[in-house]
């Protein structure tokens, strides 16, 4: 069975720092490139971060540049999310994704949620 567990996410201050786990079972880790998602109250999902199967190419969306880091590790089939001086408009569920274009597939986790207030 394929499984996406996140974990990492909770309750902290504007400025603070998170770093997001997302622990994968169940598929070939290394062939699938992995992504981070958010989803914040009345909005859509957004994709906020990607980075490609060998872990070579990386990308943010605008909004988290300079601020956030994706990494993988293939020996331990997990990528990471690193939140660096977070913001109350990060506050969202954070999602992980993996996804092999060649076969088409496509996973999600079950989310894990950050909150940022003071």
């Known amino acids: 069975q394929v499984q996406l567990v996140e974990s990492g996410g909770g309750l902290l201050q504007p400025g603070g720092s998170l770093r997001l786990s997302c622990a994968v079972s169940?598929?070939?880790?290394?062939?699938?490139?992995m992504s981070w998602y958010r989803q914040a109250p009345g909005k859509e999902r957004e994709l906020v971060a990607g980075?490609?199967?060998?872990?070579?190419?990386?990308n943010y969306v605008d909004s988290v540049k300079g601020r956030f880091t994706i990494s993988r590790d293939n020996a331990k089939n997990t990528v990471y999310l690193q939140m660096n001086s977070l913001k109350p408009e990060d506050t969202a569920v954070y999602y992980c994704?993996?996804?092999?274009?060649?076969?088409?597939?496509?996973?999600w986790g079950q989310g894990t949620q950050v909150t940022v207030s003071s």
């Open positions: 994704k993996a996804h092999w274009a060649l076969i088409a597939a496509e996973y």
């Open positions: 169940g598929l070939s880790f290394s062939r699938y490139a």
């Open positions: 980075i490609s199967s060998v872990g070579g190419i990386t």
